[in-house]
């Protein structure tokens, strides 16, 4: 309840100082109007289909690339941490590929897909795909050496180790990337709408900004906020749910 009613103060004094602002002159009302006014555009807009429909589509981008994204890491993150050798022939590989910033990627993007979904999967996959491959590789390599010796003094198929060891010490680190890799997706999507035009959340901010609609984009950026915190909220209790059996989760859930 004290972090509930320390959130809602922050809040309410964010948008004093909003509302504040442009009506005491301190910012042009042209550029930030009052909070009041972005509340009330907001409220329009939520009863309108179109909103719901671009909503619909950067949804519809982030967890189709963020799925495709999460399958190819995890495959091949175990892959190249379980192969002997495979890691050292690959790691200047991924060093390199890895710091490209996906947003260098939009020119390419624009050629091969032009404004379509196809243009915000290849931003949206190439960005959470690091996220979560790195994150699958230190699990991988955490696996404790001595117990991998144990399971195959024992006799256990590659495949049995995979399953009941190096993917139960995994499970954490990958779990950990999948949640850096939602908020990484969503942003990359709105990025793709943003810049390309692709169908969306992104798409209905760049036309209300050409259009001189101020509140309209401040509006939409309050949604594209709003989405943001719930995707977190939402990886976290899956992350919650998947790893209840694991004691930092039990201390934190009992904390």
């Keep these: 309840m004290r972090r509930l009613l320390h959130g ?26 009052p909070a009041s006014e972005i509340l009330r555009t907001l409220a329009g807009e939520l009863t309108t289909a179109g909103l719901w429909l671009a909503l619909g589509e950067t949804m519809r981008g982030w967890a189709v690339g963020l799925a495709l ?4 890491a995890v495959a091949a993150g175990v892959v190249i941490g379980v192969v002997p050798g495979l890691r ?4 200047s590989t ?7 910033p996906s947003v260098a990627l939009v020119p390419l993007a624009t050629l091969l897909f032009g404004p379509s979904l196809g243009s915000t999967l290849l931003l949206v996959v190439y960005a959470s795909f690091w996220q979560v491959l790195i994150q699958v590789l230190y699990g991988v390599a ?8 144990t399971a195959r003094s024992y006799g256990l198929s590659a495949w049995s180790r995979v ?10 680190y990958v779990m950990t990337g999948l949640r850096l890799a939602a908020a990484v997706a969503f942003i990359l999507a709105v990025t793709a709408e943003l810049v390309i035009g692709s169908p969306g959340l992104g798409a209905e901010i760049q036309v209300a900004q050409s ?3 101020v509140p309209t984009v401040y509006a939409l950026i309050v949604v594209a906020g709003l989405i943001g915190i719930g995707v977190n909220t939402a990886v976290r209790l899956l992350e919650r749910r998947v790893l209840a059996w694991h004691p930092a ?7």
Excluded: K, N, Q, Y
């Excluded at 994204?69 to 190819?72: E, Y």
């Excluded at 399953?163 to 954490?172: E, N, Q």
């Design 8 to 33: 809602l103060l922050g809040l309410t004094g964010l948008l004093a100082l909003l509302e504040a602002a442009p009506r005491l002159g301190l910012v042009d009302a042209r550029f930030l109007p």
């Design 69 to 72: 994204a999460s399958g190819l």
């Design 88 to 91: 050292a022939a690959t790691s």
């Design 94 to 100: 991924v060093e390199f590929l890895r710091p490209i």
């Design 142 to 149: 955490a696996v404790d050496p001595v117990a991998h010796d």
């Design 163 to 172: 399953r009941h060891l190096v993917w139960p010490t995994s499970l954490p």
């Design 211 to 213: 259009s001189g609609a």
């Design 249 to 255: 989760v039990r201390e934190e859930v009992a904390g």
